[in-house]
């Protein structure tokens, strides 16, 4: 390979800056030249493509975001739109391709290869943390030190007012951000799309955490829960606890944004010269994540089904600890 096509595709996620920086800085190290492809796979199509030098990515690795900015892309869902976005990989001379973003980007990645051959290598790129093949995806971290930030302010009214709060957080299927923000923020509860909790237990639980003369009650909700969002958990608690003072929070997308944290800079640093260095030794089709402190290469296919589950023993201590 001779020349590296990078981009950042869904949703945008903190570390995805200091990713493109280290797929840039690697290349260069070893050679190769770098193109950055904006807007994911839309700037593909319409042929938004930069030859991409050191300096273009100095003063990013600290900042949320992608400079390559991030799209949701309907045409490279069809045949006629990943054969123009092959075409203009090709009339920019790019025969490698490293793709960061989430299972959707990846599929897209998978996809792409298996019609074009392109050697492509994927970087978890998401703050749901629901990939496999990796322990961390870029910007999990990061977005759950901000839930965890934001529910300590929250925490405060809370216990002011006596007030039991139901804050929602993202990470749409997947329960990881919650568990984390539950068990950092010291949550009455925890409801995941994972498990089902019904409302009966949550009373229960509440009603002994006020025996217990509990100060402040918060309960942490995933956003596409089986048991509903925050809004409609809060109303169905409301008419079991007609007299309780209920308010309900949705974080949204204040959890996608901010400088990335020490864990996802290292992270994202790591990768993206893993992603590199995987090109380089012929490997393709595969993600690239980090499972116990060791880099390790999973095919796209494989990562990308959703058999990542939360921790056990995460929920366990959340569980525990929330009497
Ligand atoms: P996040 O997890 O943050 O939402 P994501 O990568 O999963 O990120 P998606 O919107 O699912 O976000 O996918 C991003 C883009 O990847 C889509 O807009 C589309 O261009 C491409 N893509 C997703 N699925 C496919 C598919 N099955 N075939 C081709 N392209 C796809």
Redesign the pocket.
Known sequence: ITRIGVLT???D?PGMNAAIRAVVRSAKYYNLEVFGIFR??EGLIQNDIKKLENRDVAYILERGGTFLKS????E??TPEGRQTAYDNLKSHGIDALVVI????????AH?FYKEFGIPSIGLPG???N?LSGTDSTIGFDTACNTAIEAIDKIRDTASSHDRLFFVEVMG?DAGFIAVNAGIGSGAAATLIPERKMPVENLIERLKSRAKAKKQSNIVIVAEGGKSGGALEISKKVKKFLPTYDIRVTILGHLQRGGSPSSFDRLLASKLGVAAVEGLIHGKEDVMAGIINNKIVYTPIKRAIVDDKEVDEDDFRVAKILSQ
């Open positions: 595709s869904g949703g996620a994911g796979y799209a949701r892309s309907q490279f869902r973003g989430g299972d959707g980007s990846l599929t897209g996809l998401t703050i749901d629901d749409r």
